[in-house]
């Protein structure tokens, strides 16, 4: 059963760092595009980033590019979604999920979610 | 960047059909052959319904159906159930030198 499992919700102030986390199991995790989507209640749900944890290959939404970094260890089949300095804007909750072996078109299964606040 | 437009509601009588409708605003948009739909009961994880436009994963019921015509893709439910009632989510790809992935603004779907 393919599972991916994310990290606590997490309180942080402005200007803190934060990485939050997502473990899949039940399938080749190296394979599978991994991303990151955004849900607030002003804008929905936004995609931010993609990468293939077997070469590391990123893309970053125009939206998102230089304010966040993903990244993945296929040792503990897990990625990861960085801040190096959090604004209150940030606050959201994000969602890990799977794309395919190909691409990254669809997103076939998705984690439970993580509320990250922001606190200015 | 495009922009997907999308109703912000929807409603219908259990048994009924709605359609919702997503219309792409720019040429990466346009006649996609990559048209995803996601189902969001509210905190929970979204679904994915619909991928490439019409074609359903497994465990979805065909109660669920995509088409496209055009710039606009389109999400129909049949047989309208009370569980049905959730945001509905387009999204369009585009390839990663285009804008990537973008997701529609969400449709509120009532049964009434």
């Known amino acids: 059963e393919v599972q991916l499992v994310q990290s606590a919700a997490e309180v942080k102030k402005a200007g803190e760092s934060l990485k939050i986390s997502c473990k899949g199991s039940g399938y080749f995790f190296d394979s599978y595009w991994m991303g990151w989507v955004r849900q607030t209640p002003a804008r929905g749900l936004e995609w931010m980033a993609i990468?293939?944890?077997?070469?590391?290959?990123?893309t970053y939404s125009p939206s998102f590019q230089g304010q966040i970094a993903i990244s993945a260890d296929t040792s503990i089949t897990t990625a990861f979604l960085q801040w190096t300095t959090l604004k209150a804007s940030d606050t959201a909750i994000y969602y890990c999920?799977?794309?395919?072996?190909?691409?990254?078109?669809?997103?076939?299964?998705w984690g439970q979610g993580t509320l990250v606040i922001v606190s200015s | 960047q495009s922009a997907l437009t999308q109703p912000p509601s929807a409603s219908g009588s259990p048994g009924q059909s709605v359609t919702i409708s997503c219309t792409g605003t720019s040429s990466d948009a346009r006649g996609n052959d990559y048209v995803s739909w996601y189902q969001h009961h509210p905190g929970k994880a979204p679904k994915l319904l619909i991928y490439?436009?019409?074609k359903r994963p497994s465990g979805v019921p065909d109660r669920f159906s995509g088409s496209q015509s055009g710039n606009t893709a389109s999400l129909t439910v049949s047989g309208l159930q009370a569980e049905d009632e959730a945001d509905y989510y387009c999204?369009?790809?585009?390839?990663?030198?285009?804008?990537?992935?973008?997701f529609g603004g969400g449709t509120k779907l009532t049964v009434l």
């Open positions: 999204t369009s790809y585009a390839g990663r030198h285009s804008f990537g992935v973008v």
């Open positions: 999920v799977r794309g395919s072996t190909t691409g990254w078109a669809r997103f076939d299964f």
């Open positions: 990468i293939y944890p077997a070469d590391s290959d990123t």
């Open positions: 490439e436009v019409t």
